[in-house]
């Protein structure tokens, strides 16, 4: 298919393009980020070193590489999709063999340059893979049931993948991120409804399969679930993070301690204060205020991907700006219920505010496809 | 393929609906994650403030100085040394092993504690200081000090420790401190949280236990943050406390420390009591023990030794040890028998060697017997058969009621240890005690201070100095405390009939100064000093009707164990007294051999507040006691035994 093949009166192009990116989305990801560049700072104690200068590279790194697949006409990258997706099982089978062991797990492959986990890379890929689907599958087929079970082996296969890892939270936003685009695609309701029910089958088979010789989860994801269900049965070992981390939360009360004066994290009560449990940094020092406005600024984005999708004809371009939008939900939805209580640690980072390279860098370019759909959507 | 038209609308309205109901449920969310917020950040946010608080901020006791303890002239008896340590932490030192090795050719480091504190080290966090070596000289942390480039993470500290500056002479009096204990945290009921302090040191015996409230003082407070694993980020503000109280003794160290010199190889008790004021001048036990050694932590040898030991030196004879009193309870018995009228004190009675009552023989000491004995003459030369008549008398309840009124037992209030009550028996107490009927024969056997009857020389001295002033006199031996003086134990009249008190302390002069006195060789010789006193030899066997018919066999052929015990109560001088001198000789004999001359030796001593010269003693006994002086004088000098560890 070619560009002809859309019924368009006018789509930008050369430097024009800039000025139809999605401008707001840009402005709101760079706030995000300078939030986070504010909080590595204070958790470092006032110092640039070691987490905020990295990160402000990485991010000038991630926006160029943007920016530069927003110029990317977007039919490009649906063509490229399926081989995309493609790579990055083949990186997930990789990391099986060559990765390295990082907190129990399995999940970078050391490039030299940079650490690549291809379970973030299959993230934006999946989503890719499956917007190319529906938009390649007449919408009348949608619901019938071989064109259902197509998509969900793609969700599937690198999902099983990363849960061999393992990786419980990347497995569970790669399951929830897929069903969503499958979802929007218009994949019939009671499909959904039967999943759900297995879904829920699934969990009692975890909870009763625990200790016997078929247990499917590892020892220290059911830690996590039993922590989750009762932090306070043991307020020192598996439940201290979370105690820790509403303890951070709750101090901050409306208008927060002040930046760098949050004892928590600068005292090192709390875990992980740099990656997954930053905002309980963030909510310490700023408060219900603070925290409230990070997770407006993230509805924002949302908004203006879900209206930008909404005003796309382009089958594709919608549904991989929603599957991204959902994603982006997702990251940062959880990693608040986690750290605010509300859900289990998984270990899922905030979005954008988090110290950590890949997934950063796979965020962006996930936003530059968003805003090549953006930028070369008919008007 | 091209797509129609239609076809695109229709997904991107289907894309729509359902990209609107995927909004829905965000949204949801999105307001589940800031009612979160809103309930732990708003509603509970004191709670949490709270929390987090108690995650950072710790209180820390400052341990309070402890209060000194002084005798009579100021001389130190317990008071706080600084005590140099040097201690590592194990994150700055480096290589650990390296830092130990420079530090050993530096200072003396005993292996043991150095293993103990290695293991102690690698078990703690990086960041504890951790001691190496305890109780170094000033010149050992100077060496430590010069050389600290070299000895990263070592730094010398000082605390107080604890110092008996003299030593063994005050062990039973002062006692010692130790760390608590969860045995002391069982036993006593104090909220203090000082005590929570690990090896906080608390008294143990002697007046360091019983002022303990007093000599502890108020810990002060400071509040700390610390980090997640405990390390000390900043102190946040600080409280000082209070250092404990200063007590002040009626002890006269020089004049302890002489009686425990001439105490020396007996088993033995003395007591030096003021007559002024009740003060106590001196209360010696022998064998002693050195506090010290227990402070700086007692080896087992150490303390297998003291225990074992058949002296026991461990107990405070002076006021825990009871004797049976032998004849210095002739005394009680005659006021007794005096102020009840049954007897006079010019009545004569015959003494013939032996009394039969009821169909037991009771002996006089002297197999002969003395003939027609009036008072002067019975306590003079100690007559026996005198007492078992008038004892008989008068009976045993008005004879008891006499000897807790001069001081026998009852327990006196002293701020010590063990304070034994003694026993003043009576009728009402055998059947009690022992569910019998008091006997004739018990009253007979009590009159001479044998049988039932027990006093230590505490109580000994208290009755000697009643005896000489007339007045009941108390035992102090607290004078001070934080500079706040306690009642002088002077006491009001003891409402006995002067004429019969001053007829027995007559009678006691003559016992050590008229020449058929029991105690004339141990009499003092300078006029103005004349001491009275009362000998007593007590039996801790029974001599059968077979020994005695062959001959009562003597002191030096008997196991030590079985030997009688010697006693001695005095008090000089003669015309206005000042001073009482109870002196028991476990074991040691006779009463004018043994304890009267140690008796006479401590009262001069107290007298001439020093070293007395040799015309106060008898011709015939100067040159032996010139000897004994030299010797006593060539002990360490008192006062510095203390100090010879620096």
Known sequence: MSYLEYNTKYVPSGFRKLVYLNWPVIMLITAVACAGFIMLYSIAGGSADPWMSAQIKRFGVGMVLMIGVAMVPIWFWRNISAVAFGVSLLLLIGVEFFGSVGMGAQRWIDLGFMRLQPSEMTKITLIMVLAAYYDWLPTDKTSRPLWVICPILIILLPTALVLRQPDLGTALLL?????????????????????????????????????????????????????????????????????????????????????????????????????????????????????????????????????????????????????????????????????????????????????????MLVLLIAFGLVQSAHVHKAR | ????????????????????????????????????????????????????????????????????????????????????????????????????????????????????????????????????????????????????????????????????????DLGHVVGYVGPVSDYDLSRIDDQDPLLQIPKFQIGKTGTENKLERRLRGSAGTKRIEVNAIGRVMRELDRQEGNSGADVQLTIDARLQSYVQARLDNESAGAVVLDLENGDLRAVASAPTFDPNMFVRGISVADWRDLNE???????????????????????????????????????????????????????????????????????????????????????????????????????????????????????????????????????????????????????????????????????????????????????????????????????????????????????????????AGKTGTSQVRRITAEERARGVTRNEDLPWERRDHALFVSFAPVENPRFAVAVVVEHGGGGSTAAAPIARDIMLQALYDGEPPLDAYPSGARGRIAEQQRKIRERVPPGSRGKDRA
Not at chain 2, 475 to 499: C, F, M, T
Not at chain 2, 503 to 513: E, F, L, Y
Request: proline share 4%.
């Open chain 2, 309 to 531: 030991n058949k002296y026991r030196p461990l107990a405070a004879k002076a006021v825990q040890g009871t004797y049976p009193p032998g004849s210095t309870f002739k005394m009680v018995t005659a006021l007794a028998a005096l102020e009840d009228g049954k007897v006079t004190p010019e009545e004569t009675i015959r003494c013939t060697g032996w009394v039969e009552v009821f169909g037991t023989r009771f002996h006089c000491w002297k197999r002969a017997g003395h003939g027609n004995m009036n008072l002067h003459e019975s306590l003079k030369q100690s007559c026996d058969c005198y007492y078992y008549e008038i004892s008989q008398r008068v009976g045993i309840d008005k004879i008891s009621a006499m000897a807790r009124k001069l001081g026998l037992g009852v327990k006196h209030d002293l701020p010590l240890s063990a304070v034994a009550s003694g026993l003043a028996p009576d009728k009402e107490w055998k059947r009690t005690v022992h569910e019998q009927d008091w006997r004739v024969g018990d009253t007979v056997n009590a009159s001479i201070g044998q049988g039932y009857v027990l006093s230590s020389p505490l109580q000994l001295a208290i009755m000697a100095g009643r005896l000489a002033t007339g007045r009941s006199i108390k035992p102090r031996l607290v004078r001070a405390v934080d500079g706040y003086e306690k009642p002088s134990g002077a006491g009001e009249s003891i409402g006995l009939n002067e004429n019969y008190l001053r007829r027995i302390r007559n009678a006691m002069g003559d016992v050590s100064n008229h020449s058929r006195g029991t105690a004339y060789r141990s009499r003092i010789n300078a006029s103005a000093m004349k001491m």
């Open chain 1, 175 to 359: 399951l929830t991120g897929g069903a969503t685009v499958m979802f929007l695609a218009g994949v019939h309701w009671a499909y959904f409804a039967s999943v759900l029910a297995a879904g829920v089958g699934a969990i009692v088979a975890v909870f009763q399969g625990r200790g016997t010789s078929w247990q499917l989860l590892k020892d220290y994801q059911y830690r996590r679930i039993d922590t989750f269900l009762d932090p306070a049965n043991d307020p020192l070992g598996a439940g201290y993070h979370i105690t820790q981390a509403k303890i951070a939360l709750g101090s901050g009360g409306w208008t927060g301690r002040g930046f760098m004066q949050g004892t928590q994290s600068r005292l090192n009560f709390l875990p992980e204060k740099h990656t997954d449990f930053i905002f309980t940094t963030l909510a310490e020092e700023f408060g219900f205020v603070g925290a409230f406005a990070l997770l407006m600024l993230y509805v924002l984005i949302i908004f203006f991907c879900v209206a930008s999708a909404l005003t796309n004809k382009d089958r594709f371009g919608a549904l991989l700006t929603l599957g991204v939008a959902m994603a982006f939900f997702l990251f940062f939805a959880v990693n608040m219920a986690m750290v605010t209580g509300l859900a289990p640690v998984v270990g899922v980072p905030l979005p954008l505010v988090s110290y950590g390279g890949s997934a």
């Open chain 2, 1 to 168: 393929m091209k797509r129609k038209t239609r076809d695109t609308e229709i997904s991107a309205r289907k894309i729509g609906r359902r990209a609107l109901v995927l909004g829905a449920a965000q949204l949801g969310i999105v307001g589940a994650l800031g009612y979160r917020m809103q309930t732990l950040q708003i509603d509970q946010a004191d709670q949490f403030r709270l929390l987090a608080d108690e995650n950072r901020i710790n209180i820390r006791l400052i341990p309070p100085a402890r209060g000194q303890i002084f005798d009579l002239n100021g001389q130190p008896l317990a008071t706080n040394e600084q005590n140099y340590r040097v201690v590592m932490v194990r994150e700055d030192a480096g290589d650990v092993g390296e830092v130990l090795e420079r530090l050993t050719k530096l200072v003396p480091l005993d292996p043991e504690n150095l293993a103990r504190a290695m293991e102690e080290m690698q078990r703690r966090s990086p960041f504890v200081p951790v001691t190496i070596a305890d109780r170094l000289t000033w010149y050992d942390v100077a060496r430590v000090n010069v050389n600290s480039p070299a000895l990263p993470g070592i730094t010398a500290e000082v605390g107080l420790s604890r110092v008996y500056p003299w030593g063994a």
